[in-house]
């Protein structure tokens, strides 16, 4: 059973930082596209950012500069690390994998991805 996880959420002022972390349990870093979601408050769901198996990254313009996404392969995470928070940073954050040996480029599209974590909130305030 294919599950991922994420953790690491939680209520800082703005200016300061997070760590978010997605756990694999059968998907392994190493062949599939991993990518961090978010949804805030009456928006949809939008991509941030990809690492396909070989260590590439993606990012959206919004997060650009200010988070970086990592992955530990023998450990089956992915980290999402995010500094200069803003209030507007606000939303539930999910970790995605999708069945590719790459990033496609359309990875910012919930429909790339096979399997979803349940999210973890982050909630920035100024």
């Known amino acids: 059973q294919v599950q991922v996880v994420e953790s690491g959420g939680g209520s800082v002022q703005s200016g300061g930082s997070l760590r978010l972390s997605c756990v694999g349990s059968g998907v392994t870093a190493a062949n599939y596209c991993l990518g961090w979601f978010r949804r805030a408050p009456g928006r949809e769901r939008e991509g941030l950012v990809a690492?396909?198996?070989?260590?590439?990254?993606t990012y959206v313009e919004s997060v650009k500069g200010r988070f970086t996404i990592s992955q530990d392969i023998p450990k089956n995470t992915i980290y999402l690390q995010m500094n200069s928070l803003k209030p507007e940073d606000t939303a539930i954050y999910y970790c995605a994998a999708g069945r590719f040996d790459y990033c496609p480029g359309s990875w910012s599209q919930s429909f790339e991805y096979n399997y979803w974590g349940q999210g973890t909130q982050v909630t920035v305030s100024s």
């Open positions: 690492i396909a198996p070989a260590g590439t990254t």
